[in-house]
């Protein structure tokens, strides 16, 4: 099995509404995005996946959240947009724009330097 991995970000904002805490107010964040993409074989060029159209189809998901309040969006407006549900939006969104063969095994999304989320099935 071969392992590839593309990263993005987005910039967005969002409050964890019943939170409690300073997260229930309105905030923002600079949220990077690592995703594991596998298969089993190589195509005729050598290449498990293409970064390039990974990449593409990665930025096409989170071109959704860039600049929003998340808080807004449909996937969002009756649970809050936590980093972990993001994390699995992204995974299930991205699932279904790829090619045969290639298969998506986890998504993290960092909220900040050093806090992530990660979901995988």
Known sequence: MYEVRVESHFS??????GYGGNCERLHGHNW????????????EHGLAVDFRQA?????????????????DLEPFRDENPSTERLARYIFEALSARLPGGVRL??????????????YRP
């Open 55 to 71: 990449k593409a189809l990665l930025e096409e998901v989170l071109g959704g959240f860039d600049h929003r309040l998340l808080n």
């Open 32 to 43: 990077n995005v690592e995703v594991r993409l596998a298969t089993d074989g190589l195509d």
């Open 105 to 118: 095994t986890e998504v993290t999304a960092w909220e900040t330097a050093g806090c992530a989320a990660t």
């Open 12 to 17: 967005a904002a969002h409050a964890l509404r």
